[in-house]
T-cell receptor
Framework: EAQVTQNPRYLITVTGKKLTVTCSQN?????MSWYRQDPGLGLRQIYY???????DKGDVPEGYKVSRKEKRNFPLILESPSPNQTSLYFC????????????FGEGSRLTVL | QKEVEQNSGPLSVPEGAIASLNCTYS??????FFWYRQYSGKSPELIMS????GDKEDGRFTAQLNKASQYVSLLIRDSQPSDSATYLC?????????FGPGTRLSVLP
């Protein structure tokens, strides 16, 4: 089954404790992206990657890091989480930068205390 | 700044009626437009994509695109309570899919 898989789905952590949210897709998509969704603010892009070893900032990159060492994986790293990073996070992928729909993972709900 | 605007709603329609959702976008550069449906706490799922001016129909859904007016709409015919959700308009600018804030639709039995 074609899918984007995120883990963990739910996480409660404390300020400053580094965490990684993993994202993996099995569709051989070149393009992958991370979004956060907050009430009243909609979906906002954090980082995106157009292919292996090619990543770039989206609209709200502060406090986040990403890497793309393999085509299928695109982890989101919070080096020192803060309460304002409490949010619902979605990983998404599509074939290439210029083609196709975005396929979303199921989401990861993160709470930073 | 590339922006996508939608009325946040809520838009309430009775069961069986037509729901009309609208979206405008700021940048003429895009060629690809999408409507996603999102239930509370769930991930967005694609309903329709549209790439050229005019109408595109798929079952009870019709998407309409007018690039000159920078306007995209979604019509839902014979609305059902299960259609109650937030509908997101999205514009593909290549490296960035920009989403509107979403319109919350409520279909009343």
């Amino acid at each position: 089954e074609a899918q984007v898989t995120q883990n963990p789905r739910y996480l409660i952590t404390v300020t400053g404790k580094k965490l990684t949210v993993t994202c993996s897709q099995n569709m051989n998509h070149e393009y992958m992206s991370w979004y956060r969704q907050d009430p009243g603010l909609g979906l906002r892009q954090i980082y995106y990657s157009m292919n292996v070893e090619v990543t770039d900032k989206g609209d709200v990159p502060e406090g986040y890091k990403v890497s793309r060492k393999e085509k299928r994986n695109f982890p989101l790293i919070l080096e020192s989480p803060s309460p304002n990073q409490t949010s619902l996070y979605f990983c998404a992928s599509k074939w290439t930068r210029d083609t196709g729909e975005l396929f979303f993972g199921e989401g990861s709900r993160l709470t930073v205390l | 700044q590339k922006e996508v605007e939608q009325n946040s709603g809520p838009l309430s329609v009775p069961e069986g009626a037509i729901a009309s959702l609208n979206c405008t976008y700021s940048d003429r550069g895009s060629q690809s437009f999408f409507w996603y449906r999102q239930y509370s706490g769930k991930s967005p799922e694609l309903i329709m994509s549209i790439y050229s001016n005019g109408d595109k129909e798929d079952g009870r859904f019709t998407a309409q695109l007018n690039k000159a007016s920078q306007y995209v709409s979604l019509l839902i015919r014979d609305s059902q309570p299960s259609d109650s959700a937030t509908y997101l308009c999205a514009v593909d600018y290549g490296q960035n899919f920009v989403f509107g804030p979403g319109t919350r639709l409520s279909v009343l039995p």
